[in-house]
C-alpha cells in the first residue's frame, strides 16, 4: 500500500516536470562573441560601427516567450523548452542592436534592432566558400531572399561559427565586417 502511493505521488511530480534540452558546448560555441569584445563594420554610408557586447548568457528558452530585447513578447519561434545561448551586441553611435540566439539543433536566431534577420539551421543550410568585400571566408552560412513580385532583395546574410555575422543586407541598410 504505501509502495502504491509512493509511486502515485511520484509519476504526479513527474508529469508536470518541464524537462528542458541542454545545450552542447559545441553549438554554444556556434556563436563567437564573448563580453567585453568589441567587433566593427562598415555600413551601407562607409562608416564604421563599432559593436560592443553587452550580453552574454545561457539561459531557459520558451520559443512562445522569447524576445532577445527584453519587452514585448514574439510568438514565431519553434524551440520550447530548452537551454539556449543569447549574446547581444549594441552599437552607442547609431543605436543599432544585434541579438544571437542559438537553441540545441544548431539552430540560430538572429534580430537586427527588432527584425528577423537570420533564422539557420547549421544542419541543413550548407556551408560555402564565399568572398566579400575581397575577403574569402570559409565555412560559411548564408540566406537570401527576393520579392516574388518585384525581384528586389529582401535580406541576404552571411554567418560563420568563426567570424560571426559577416555581412547582412536588409531595409536598405547594410553591414559588413571589418577584418
Known amino acids: 500500500?504505501?509502495?502504491?502511493?509512493?509511486?502515485?505521488?511520484?509519476?504526479?511530480?513527474?508529469e508536470h516536470a518541464e524537462i528542458y534540452k541542454l545545450l552542447p558546448a559545441s553549438e554554444a560555441a556556434l556563436i563567437p562573441y564573448q563580453m567585453g569584445q568589441t567587433v566593427s563594420f562598415t555600413n551601407q554610408n562607409g562608416d564604421t560601427l563599432?559593436?560592443?557586447?553587452?550580453?552574454?548568457?545561457?539561459?531557459?528558452?520558451?520559443?512562445?516567450?522569447?524576445?532577445?530585447?527584453?519587452?514585448e513578447k514574439m510568438h514565431y519561434l519553434p524551440q520550447n523548452y530548452c537551454y539556449a545561448r543569447s549574446v547581444n551586441l549594441e552599437c552607442e553611435r547609431?543605436?543599432?542592436?544585434?541579438?544571437?540566439?542559438?537553441?540545441?539543433?544548431?539552430?540560430?536566431?538572429?534580430?537586427?534592432?527588432?527584425?528577423?534577420?537570420?533564422?539557420?539551421?547549421?544542419?541543413?543550410?550548407?556551408?560555402?566558400?564565399?568572398?566579400?568585400?575581397?575577403?574569402t571566408y570559409n565555412q560559411v552560412h548564408s540566406g537570401i531572399l527576393y520579392s516574388s513580385q518585384t525581384g528586389e532583395l529582401l535580406f541576404?546574410?552571411?554567418?560563420?561559427?568563426?567570424?560571426?555575422?559577416?555581412?547582412?543586407?536588409?531595409?536598405?541598410?547594410?553591414?559588413?565586417?571589418?577584418?
Open 50 to 71: 563599432a559593436f560592443s557586447v553587452v550580453l552574454d548568457e545561457t539561459h531557459l528558452f520558451d520559443g512562445e516567450n522569447y524576445n532577445p530585447y527584453g519587452d
Open 156 to 179: 541576404e546574410w552571411h554567418y560563420s561559427a568563426e567570424y560571426g555575422l559577416i555581412s547582412a543586407k536588409f531595409g536598405g541598410k547594410s553591414l559588413t565586417l571589418l577584418p
Open 94 to 135: 547609431t543605436s543599432d542592436k544585434l541579438s544571437f540566439t542559438i537553441v540545441p539543433g544548431k539552430e540560430l536566431f538572429a534580430f537586427w534592432n527588432r527584425d528577423l534577420l537570420i533564422d539557420c539551421f547549421f544542419t541543413y543550410n550548407p556551408a560555402e566558400t564565399v568572398t566579400i568585400d575581397g575577403t
Open 1 to 14: 500500500m504505501i509502495f502504491c502511493m509512493m509511486l502515485m505521488v511520484m509519476s504526479a511530480c513527474i
